[in-house]
């Protein structure tokens, strides 16, 4: 067995590259995309991965609410989506969490957000599904900080469709393509975004960082 020399610089984190730009946006516009953020091999194992579990039924219809509000989605979105586990389940689920760990600890260590864990999950977009304009941050909860995207889609044509529609704080609005290896981030209480149709099934993982429930408890947001 061949040992790492003691001198060899370890690989860094996956996406670290990325962390200052991330959090420069986050701080100075309260938004930030970066394309080819992850490399497209790990893009291409979620969305095999992704892929494997819609054919094996486990995606379900998507909803919209939380608690007494939790209802179908009905005409404000139609996508598909499977939430993913507390332990990855494999290989390529394992490299995203390390991945999304990574922003979380730089997130809390230069903006001081609080946050304590991540929730996502895939999501699957048949051709014409959409999102109506919305936010992330429930009515009755306010655990969701930071919204996180990643496109998980091979060759991506503008004429494909299926932008995340995002709206700035002057009502302009930005379109990003859903293009693979694309990494979105914004302030979950803040964007109001839509998803835009597509002509052809549109990939992504999506998911938030959240606040530590404790600090909403004593009035620190």
Do not use: C
């Not at 969305?47 to 404000?76: N, P, V």
């Not at 704080?169 to 975004?193: A, C, I, K, Q």
Request: charge should be negative; proline fraction near 6%.
């Amino acid at each position: 067995m061949h040992e790492q020399p003691l001198d060899h610089p370890a690989p860094p984190p996956l996406g670290a590259g990325l962390l200052p730009d991330l959090v420069d946006g986050l701080a100075e516009s309260g938004w930030h995309v970066a394309r080819n953020a992850v490399p497209g091999h790990l893009v291409e194992a979620m969305a095999a991965d992704l892929e494997r579990l819609a054919q094996a039924g486990r995606l379900r219809d998507s909803a919209i609410g939380k608690g007494s509000t939790h209802r179908a989605g009905g005409a404000t979105r139609s996508d598909r989506v499977l939430w993913l586990p507390a332990e990855p389940e494999n290989a390529a689920q394992a490299a995203y969490a390390a991945l999304v760990e990574n922003y979380r600890r730089e997130l809390n260590r230069e903006l001081y957000l609080g946050l304590h864990a991540f929730e996502g999950h895939y999501a699957s977009y048949g051709p014409g599904a959409r999102y109506a304009r919305h936010l992330d941050r429930f009515r009755s909860d306010d655990a969701r900080v930071v919204s996180f995207i990643l496109y998980l889609n091979t060759d991506w044509q503008p004429d494909d469709g299926g932008a995340l529609r995002l709206y700035l704080d002057d009502e302009r609005h930005l379109d990003v393509m859903p293009e693979g290896g694309t990494l979105v981030s914004f302030m979950s209480e803040r964007f109001w975004h839509e998803v835009l149709p597509a002509t052809r099934t549109r990939l992504s993982v999506t998911g938030w960082f959240l606040r530590d429930p404790r600090l909403s408890m004593l009035g620190l947001r």
